[in-house]
């Protein structure tokens, strides 16, 4: 059992997503220990790339404060191998950096060197199963999982294809678009959970969840899991345009952490509990 | 079927909200444009002939067969309804939305004329159409922003980056992301996954098609070369798709040098657009292909004087093309793009949009490659750019240029 099944194997998992490096290097480190302290299961850190076509405007403006702080991908690494939490991580990244890291083309490379500094899955909005081998193939030899993102148009023999790759659990966009926090949550959510009841991996919930309501009417709703980005982001965005010092933004993020945390598990309390089986 | 890739480059690499709708274009590129189901092609050419204007002809420019020692032929794509190659592809895919039961159509654009094409395209078919454009290009391409807007086109002004094309499509494609069951996206060049890029080559491909007659009849034969100036690369694919498998055509893809073919990987930015002479293997906006890009695989900002051209990847037929050295990737500068501007504007009648002049200013560079009979494709014309060659010629010291500060308005 991967560090990410263990994750999801008693109770519901709260996965946030930070992009690394916003504002800056240190803050940063700050924030997604906060996280980790305010009760993440799993941390999704997302390696700045140039061109983040699957993010709204909030994780547009973090992807570029980090960007313009000097953020790469040997700094991620070091961030990583840095970082004091004691949860599974997994790096959000788009193909390019992936592909183009070191001196040997192809995603080997960037595996290898993010399985050292201890990432133990990826999920990359830019490469749909059917461009996946490589990079599937490098996490098999590294034990890492590879987590794919299924749409709320994805049905049929996509959705097998999908199933057929994707390890540690499938993430299950919420809505059509973009990422970013939205004040209701999307009917495409349930329909999405039932189109994938059948299947045997962790459901997580991601795109616009932004309060522990929003958390628990989810998990109630049959999610394994919670993602959240934009809502995390957005207290690191105001922090950094006030100027707030960086361990009053942490201590917010804590807080929203737990909300977000206590939402899931008040959630999970009301799910049915399924018949035991003998 | 045909295949997503041309060698390494190519393929689909997009949110997974967007697979779907990639799919379902590529089974109607099949159906329709492939197979001319419910006679989409036929439409397609009718309507190209009466909405559009085609043939354009090809025409023989005579001062610069004399000054070049070799027949040049212009394809006069200037022509063509709207001023641009845009229209070919612009008509094609309004009309597969169409076909296809879409609703609305959203598109990108660089200098305004594929934007305007697509405006153009969807006011004739009647489908309500946005377009995404960079804020710099706004500012660089007005004539084109008024002439969407009048067509009934809204125009949204990105202003990330330095607000060019690669904003502008990256917009776009969170658009269709968010709108993909009613929406399709009609790229603007032959770029983008699967099958935009072919699709996008075989609506251009009347280009090469007509000129490929055209030259035999009026030459009496094949031309010894093709040149086109390659932003995404459409025009360059539509000039040059017909003779591909015509061994002894030259091909010549005349890329934006910009300032100069350095890159400074510090700033993330490159002052050319030249992809396909320095850039390096990569996925950018749902295809491998070739750009410019620092050693992490950051995408850099691009430069040229002309927006058409400000694009840091390429169609990834055409990087296929150049691995296969069956195209020769050129560069020339601004400054040489500018001099062939006011050139071919004097000496041939002809304004030449911005980005067609980099296909001549490469001609009078290098005559001696053209060979006996030549073909240059006239991509576009220049009205669109009037106000930024005055600016940037003012700041120049061109040879060629009329007397600049006669513009200001008095001593005219
Ligand atoms: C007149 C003209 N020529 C060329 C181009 C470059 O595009 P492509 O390389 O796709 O033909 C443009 C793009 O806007 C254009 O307007």
């Given at each position: 059992m991967s560090r990410i099944d263990e994750a999801f194997a008693d109770g519901p998992a709260f996965i946030p997503y930070l992009a690394v490096g916003d504002p800056d290097y240190e803050s940063s480190k700050a924030y997604v220990e906060a996280l980790a302290r305010g009760g993440a299961d799993v941390i999704e850190l997302g390696l700045p790339f140039s061109e983040p076509v699957a993010e709204g405007p909030t994780i547009q403006g973090a992807v570029t404060r980090a960007l313009d702080a000097g953020m790469t991908p040997d700094r991620y690494f070091e961030f990583v191998e840095e970082l004091d939490v004691d949860v599974p991580l997994v790096c959000m990244t788009y193909y390019n950096l992936i592909y183009q890291y070191g001196s040997e083309e192809g995603p080997r490379p960037f595996v290898e060197r993010a399985a050292e500094a201890g990432i133990e899955g990826f999920v990359v909005p830019d490469l749909p199963a059917e461009e996946a081998d490589p990079l599937r193939e490098a996490c098999d030899d590294h034990g890492l999982d590879l987590v794919f993102i299924v749409a709320p148009t994805t049905e049929g023999e996509r959705l097998e294809r999908i199933m057929a790759q994707v390890s540690g659990y499938v993430y299950v966009q919420a809505r059509l678009g973009v990422t970013g926090a939205r004040d209701d949550v999307s009917g495409q959510t349930d329909e999405a959970l039932a189109r994938l009841e059948a299947w045997d991996v962790p459901k997580a919930v991601g795109f616009g969840i932004k309060t522990g309501e929003h958390a628990e009417r989810i998990v109630a709703g049959g999610a394994d899991g919670i993602i959240v980005g934009s809502a995390l982001v957005d207290i690191v965005a105001a922090g950094h345009e006030t100027d707030r010092p960086v361990d009053e933004v942490a201590t917010d993020l804590e807080a929203k952490a737990r909300e977000l945390a206590e939402g899931a598990a008040a959630g999970y309390e009301q799910r049915v509990p399924e018949p035991e089986h003998t | 079927m045909s295949t997503s890739k041309f060698g390494e480059y190519g393929g689909q690499y997009v949110p997974e909200a967007l697979m779907p709708a990639v799919e379902e274009l590529a089974d109607a590129y099949e159906r329709y444009v492939r197979g001319n189901e419910d006679g989409f092609m036929d439409e397609f050419r009718r309507r190209l002939r009466d909405f559009g204007g085609r043939p354009t002809p090809l025409q023989h420019a005579e001062q610069l067969s004399a000054r070049y020692d070799s027949e040049v032929y212009l394809k006069r794509e200037d022509l063509l309804h709207g001023g641009a190659h845009k229209l070919n592809n612009a008509l094609g895919q309004v009309l597969l939305a169409k076909y296809m039961g879409k609703e609305r159509i959203v598109a990108e654009t660089g200098a305004g004329q594929h934007g305007t094409a697509t405006a153009m395209a969807a006011a004739h078919l009647g489908m309500p159409c946005e377009v995404y454009m960079g804020e710099r290009d706004i500012n660089r391409q007005r004539p084109n922003v008024f002439r969407m807007r009048l067509n009934g086109t809204e125009v949204n002004p990105v202003t990330v980056g330095r607000g060019t094309l690669k904003e502008a499509i990256n917009e776009t494609m969170r658009d269709w992301a968010t709108n993909v069951?009613?929406?399709?996206?009609?790229?603007?060049?032959?770029?983008?996954?699967?099958?935009?890029?072919?699709?996008?080559?075989?609506?251009?491909?009347?280009?090469?098609?007509?000129?490929?007659?055209?030259?035999?009849?009026?030459?009496?034969?094949?031309?010894?070369?093709?040149?086109?100036?390659?932003?995404?690369?459409?025009?360059?694919?539509?000039?040059?798709?017909?003779?591909?498998?015509?061994?002894?055509?030259?091909?010549?893809?005349?890329?934006?040098?910009?300032?100069?073919?350095?890159?400074?990987?510090?700033?993330?930015?490159?002052?050319?657009?030249?992809?396909?002479?320095?850039?390096?293997?990569?996925?950018?906006?749902?295809?491998?292909?070739?750009?410019?890009?620092?050693?992490?695989?950051?995408?850099?900002?691009?430069?040229?004087?002309?927006?058409?051209?400000?694009?840091?990847?390429?169609?990834?037929?055409?990087?296929?093309?150049?691995?296969?050295?069956?195209?020769?990737?050129?560069?020339?500068?601004?400054?040489?793009?500018?001099?062939?501007?006011?050139?071919?504007?004097?000496?041939?009648?002809?304004?030449?949009?911005?980005?067609?002049?980099?296909?001549?200013?490469?001609?009078?560079?290098?005559?001696?490659?053209?060979?006996?009979?030549?073909?240059?494709?006239?991509?576009?014309?220049?009205?669109?750019?009037?106000?930024?060659?005055?600016?940037?010629?003012?700041?120049?010291?061109?040879?060629?240029?009329?007397?600049?500060?006669?513009?200001?308005?008095?001593?005219?």
């Open positions: - | 069951e009613d929406t399709h996206y009609v790229i603007g060049s032959v770029v983008g996954p699967h099958p935009f890029p072919r699709m996008v080559r075989d609506f251009q491909s009347v280009i090469s098609e007509e000129a490929r007659e055209q030259v035999k009849e009026q030459a009496g034969g094949l031309p010894d070369s093709v040149v086109a100036c390659a932003g995404g690369g459409s025009n360059t694919m539509g000039a040059f798709h017909e003779f591909v498998d015509d061994a002894d055509v030259d091909l010549y893809a005349v890329e934006a040098g910009g300032s100069s073919l350095d890159v400074d990987e510090e700033a993330g930015v490159a002052p050319n657009s030249a992809s396909l002479s320095t850039g390096d293997e990569g996925v950018l906006h749902g295809a491998r292909t070739k750009l410019l890009q620092d050693t992490d695989g950051q995408v850099m900002e691009s430069h040229s004087v002309s927006s058409g051209l400000d694009y840091a990847g390429v169609g990834p037929e055409l990087a296929h093309l150049v691995d296969e050295e069956r195209v020769t990737p050129v560069n020339v500068g601004d400054d040489a793009a500018l001099e062939a501007f006011h050139r071919l504007s004097q000496e041939e009648g002809i304004i030449p949009a911005l980005e067609t002049a980099h296909a001549f200013a490469f001609a009078h560079e290098h005559p001696e490659q053209l060979g006996d009979v030549t073909v240059i494709n006239v991509s576009g014309r220049g009205d669109k750019d009037l106000e930024s060659v005055i600016e940037e010629s003012a700041e120049r010291d061109l040879a060629a240029a009329p007397d600049m500060d006669a513009f200001a308005g008095d001593g005219l």
